[in-house]
């Protein structure tokens, strides 16, 4: 299967802390993306990286992809309360013609005030 | 406007029940998704439109009944349900392309299913 492995599976910081979650994955991939989600809610798009990139940024989120490792890491800077929630990292598999996307297991943040 | 709508927001039903979930969005996407997500796993996959024509179908059992009647509308019938499949079912929507699977996904707020 071509599902991201994520971890750690869960973490809790303070805020003003950084928040760094890695995945990793199987297949050769043309983009690897990363989701949030708030508890029993929908998914929110966070950033796309290219497998020709390397690192990308967007506000106080930095994502890196080494594609040797078949790995990604997110990093959230300066944490705030509200980024409590579950990220997932997505992946758009060679293994299935690039037809779908296949979330990884998940990392759980808790941000305490 | 950017927005995937779900409808109902909780279903609670029996087994022997027929309902219906709802998704649309007015965004012009010509993909649409049907995914399951059980509490603290990821979503999976249930079933993709791709300009209204089921494109894939992820082996999802027959009491499982999808429908796209336009491009903006994304149906999901449900009927003789089991009790395993609670669970929040979340609808989204993308771009359409040659390989779907490269699009950023808009999902939905999710429909929170409990099956007696």
């Known amino acids: 299967s071509q599902q991201g492995e994520e971890d750690p599976q869960a973490l809790s910081i303070q805020e003003g802390e950084n928040a760094t979650m890695n995945c990793s994955y199987k297949?050769?991939?043309?983009?690897l993306q990363w989701y949030r989600q708030n508890s029993g809610r929908g998914l929110v798009h966070l950033i796309l990286i290219r497998s020709n990139e390397r690192e990308k940024h967007s506000g106080r989120l930095r994502v890196t992809l080494d594609t040797s490792k078949k790995s990604s890491s997110l990093l959230i800077t300066a944490s705030r309360a509200a980024d409590t929630a579950s990220y997932f990292c997505?992946?758009?598999?060679?293994?299935?013609?690039?037809?779908?996307?296949?979330f990884g297991t998940g990392t759980r943040l808790l941000v305490s005030p | 406007d950017t927005e995937v709508t779900q409808t109902p927001k909780h279903l609670v039903m029996g087994m022997t029940n027929k309902k219906s979930l709802k998704c649309e969005q007015h965004m012009g996407h010509r993909a649409m998704y049907w995914y399951k997500q059980k509490a603290k796993k990821p979503p999976e996959l249930m079933f993709v439109?791709?300009?209204?024509?089921?494109?894939i179908n992820e082996s999802v059992p027959s009491r499982f009944s999808p429908e796209c009647p336009n491009s903006s509308l994304l149906n999901l019938h449900l009927h003789a349900l089991q009790p395993e499949d609670s669970a929040l079912y979340l609808c989204?929507?993308?771009?359409?392309?040659?390989?779907?699977?490269?699009?950023?996904?808009?999902f939905g707020p999710g429909t929170r299913l409990t099956v007696l």
């Open positions: 297949t050769s991939i043309n983009n």
């Open positions: 439109y791709s300009y209204e024509k089921l494109s």
């Open positions: 989204a929507s993308s771009r359409g392309t040659t390989n779907p699977g490269t699009d950023t996904q808009y």
């Open positions: 997505a992946t758009d598999g060679m293994d299935t013609g690039f037809q779908k996307l296949v």
